[in-house]
């Protein structure tokens, strides 16, 4: 009896531990193991809207829209807008402040590829000393936009640094103010201007406090064919053919550099481009290359 009663007892704590364990599994599943792996986070920033021509913009600053690449500085590193570090010397981000500052990296109007090519590169060394970081914000600075600015101001006073610099602000005094400086930006090659609310805080994401201002639009395409040139580009990229989300194909011939005609931007890659509006065939008017999509 007590040899039977003992194999009982054995045999219900064997089965007990084992509905335990699946309870317990059930309520605490594993894991995957990639749960905790070092996700890529993006840039935290402010972005833009496009201004409507409907908003009162007297009053609010302005400032010219870089044609460069984002920066976030988290502190620490000098990071893009994807979140990818960028492999600046320690001397072109000395003394920065110890809380996140928002910027351009930038070298000149025009000089867009360029400027990719160093600040993509891990061993671009010397050739950083053509870039510079033009502050527009400090997203963890207290206080309205004007605050934030002035901290930075302030900032780069005591700590100069010969790449960093507050990018410009004035205020716009009328809509004729606005169109006079962006047309005077354009002809000089930029890209457009940038409207800031007064006192506005930093968001995260899209803002009607930030407004972008351009005479043209832009968007982006897939390559999905290289036609031949003809002509003085015999023998090289005559135009891309390209492909909207919406499945409309349409040529791009112009915007490009000499360089781009002699190594055109790859079958399947993203393209920008600037256009004008769209013919009633839903084809972009007056479509102009820009750049490659570039993601870091």
């Known amino acids: 009896m007590r040899k039977h009663t003992s194999i009982f007892l054995t045999t219900f704590t064997l089965l007990l531990s084992v509905c335990t364990l699946q309870i317990s599994t059930q309520a605490n599943p594993p894991q995957p193991l990639h749960q905790n792996s070092n996700v890529q986070k993006k840039a935290p920033v402010m972005l833009a809207h496009s201004w409507n021509q409907k908003t009162d913009i007297n009053g609010w ?8 690449v984002r920066g976030y500085w988290t502190g620490k590193e000098l990071i893009s807008r994807q979140g990818n570090p960028f492999h600046a010397p320690e001397w072109f981000t000395r003394d920065f402040p110890q809380t996140p500052l928002d910027g351009e990296l930038w070298t000149e109007r025009d000089q867009f590829q360029e400027l990719v090519s160093i600040v993509r590169r891990e061993n671009a ?18 206080g309205g936009f004007e605050k934030r600015l002035d901290f930075v101001r302030r900032w780069f006073l005591v700590h100069p640094n010969l790449y960093a610099e507050v990018l410009e602000h004035q205020i716009c005094e009328s809509e ?17 201007v940038m409207l800031r609310r007064p ?9 009607y406090d930030l407004l972008k201002v351009k005479t043209y639009e832009d968007t982006e395409a897939t390559v999905i064919k290289h036609l031949p040139g003809s002509g003085k580009h015999t ?16 040529a791009i011939g112009t915007g490009f550099s000499d360089k781009e005609r002699d190594n055109p931007p790859p079958i399947g890659s993203t393209v920008t481009f600037k256009y004008y509006g769209f013919y009633k065939s839903g084809i972009p008017k007056f479509a102009s290359f820009l750049r490659i999509r570039e993601e870091y």
């Open 176 to 192: 004729e103010h606005l169109r006079k400086e962006l047309k005077e930006i354009e002809s000089l090659g930029g890209e457009g």
């Open 61 to 68: 600053w302005m400032s010219e829209k870089l044609d460069g």
């Open 125 to 142: 060394g010397t050739d950083w000393e053509k870039v510079h970081y033009f502050v527009f914000d400090a997203p963890g600075t207290e």
């Open 235 to 250: 023998g090289r990229l005559g135009s891309l053919l390209v492909e909207l989300p919406n499945e409309i194909q349409f």
């Open 199 to 207: 006192d506005s805080p930093y968001t995260v994401g899209r803002s």
